[in-house]
């Protein structure tokens, strides 16, 4: 038995070593942005068995399985939670997602038609686990194996630079495919199915890579007694997150500016059509220029107040640029609606700045598991995209631009009044042995 008291850890890795997890996280984040056509699952899956003459329902299986495998992550972290384990994480779930999706451009190649929608659907639950798997390990990565200052750094550099690396992914997915993007670049289009055998073969070499560097990767055991496998350290682990106080506002933030920032934009794309005059498949293209742009130069800022400032006040930013980018749609007519765009993409980033003030509260060797925790949360409210379609098919797209908002204000309200400017994990009594 032995009693433990925490409060912030001191950081025992070297200079040399933490420098290398920032290039870690830097470099493995913005090759998944460059390979985000092919896990971003959704969109391009569903159009390729759709393409195959099968009903909705099954071109919207690979989405679906991917949210049903998010608790997934979590029980591997419950059975590998300690230090050692997440550069083996890290390797072996790049590597599995880097060979699915070569397992995927072969099929199209070689296998037989009527095995594709599986095989899709299959490569979209691998992504699901090994996504999950190597974010909370990353996550790990960065509340462990940096200083605060180095943290704030590396999030700026990460996600100012990612998502250009998407922009110019999206800009190679839709040359293969189409042969245009955005009416700026026109080329001969790769014939079927070597456009498909070309985006999703290029995620073998491009996870290979990411496992490679992730060998660069270290933590230090900082925690006097690490989490064991096993129930009592399930129960432990639970606890702590589901009772600290500030893990919990910080969570009613993320859900908060999910529900109103996040899951509005088919709505916001929709409303295209009232708000210029166009049909929003034309301007899909666009929106997702704007949306990546403003992410990459609002990623930048938000790295910086980061560093200068407490962690609460980029996470709140991220809430303010989403209902700024609400009310400008609701209110600026015409093609200057598209803004709106702008300021949601830069609300996007609120994933990593609550995520981040999570791992501030989180004791070293819970880091791993709170985000898994956090993560699974967030799929509570996959419902809420249905009850936007609901209103709007009732009342208007206008209404459900109305409710996000509300829903913003309220988090906005819920972040500013109550959240501390900084996070601290909790003083801890532990009896595990």
Excluded at 59 to 67: G, H, I, R, T
Excluded at 200 to 215: C, D, E, N
Excluded at 281 to 309: I, V, Y
Excluded at 375 to 402: E, M, T
Aim: charged share 10%; net charge positive.
């Amino acid at each position: 038995m032995n009693d433990e008291t925490t409060a912030e850890f001191p950081h025992e890795l070297s200079e040399r070593a933490q420098r290398r997890n920032s290039l870690v996280f830097i470099v493995n984040t913005s090759i998944t942005y460059l390979v985000a056509p092919v896990f971003y699952i959704g969109v391009l899956h569903a159009a390729v068995i759709h393409g195959q003459g099968f009903s909705n329902t099954v071109a919207n299986l690979p989405e679906a399985v991917y949210m049903w495998m998010l608790p997934v992550p979590l029980l591997i972290a419950w059975m590998w939670p300690k230090a050692r384990h997440l550069r083996p994480m890290l390797i072996v779930n790049y590597a599995a997602k880097g060979f699915a999706g070569m397992a995927v451009a072969a099929l199209f190649l070689w296998g037989p038609k009527s095995w594709l929608a599986a095989g899709l659907v299959a490569h979209a639950g691998i992504v699901g686990v090994t996504t999950g798997v190597t974010n909370m390990c990353l996550w790990e990565l960065v509340g462990r194996g940096m200083t605060p200052a180095l943290r704030g750094t590396t999030l700026g550099i990460a996600f100012g630079v990612g998502p250009l690396f998407a922009v110019l992914g999206s800009c190679g997915s839709q040359l293969a495919l189409d042969g245009n993007f955005l009416d700026l670049v026109h080329i001969t289009p790769l014939p079927r199915p070597w456009s498909y055998v070309a985006i999703f073969s290029v995620t073998g070499p491009a996870m290979l890579l990411s496992a490679a560097i992730a060998l660069l990767a270290r933590v230090a055991d900082t925690a006097s007694v690490e989490v064991r496998a096993g129930p009592s350290g399930v129960v432990r682990g639970l606890r702590e997150y589901f009772t600290h106080p500030a893990i919990l506002i910080a969570l009613g933030g993320f859900l908060l500016t999910s529900a109103g920032g996040n899951m509005i934009f088919p709505n916001l794309a929709l409303f295209a059509q009232e708000a210029t005059g166009q049909s929003p498949e034309r301007l899909a293209g666009e929106q997702l220029a704007l949306r990546f742009g403003t992410k990459s130069l609002m990623g930048f800022a938000l790295g910086w107040m980061a560093l200068r400032t407490a962690p609460k006040a980029p996470a709140l930013t991220t809430t303010l640029c989403c209902l700024a980018g609400i009310y400008w749609a609701l209110y600026v007519p015409g093609r200057w609606y598209m803004v709106s765009f702008c300021f949601l993409g830069a609300g996007e980033l609120f994933y990593v700045y609550y995520l981040n003030y999570i791992i501030g509260c989180s004791r070293p060797e819970r880091m791993r598991e709170n985000t898994a925790y956090t993560n699974v949360v967030s799929s509570l409210i996959g419902f809420v995209p249905v009850v936007y379609g609901v209103l709007s098919d009732g009342f208007g797209l206008q209404a459900s631009l109305v409710l996000a908002a509300v829903i913003l204000i309220a988090g906005v309200t819920w972040v500013h009044l109550l959240l501390p400017p900084r996070p601290a994990p909790r003083v801890v009594r532990s009896t595990e042995s």
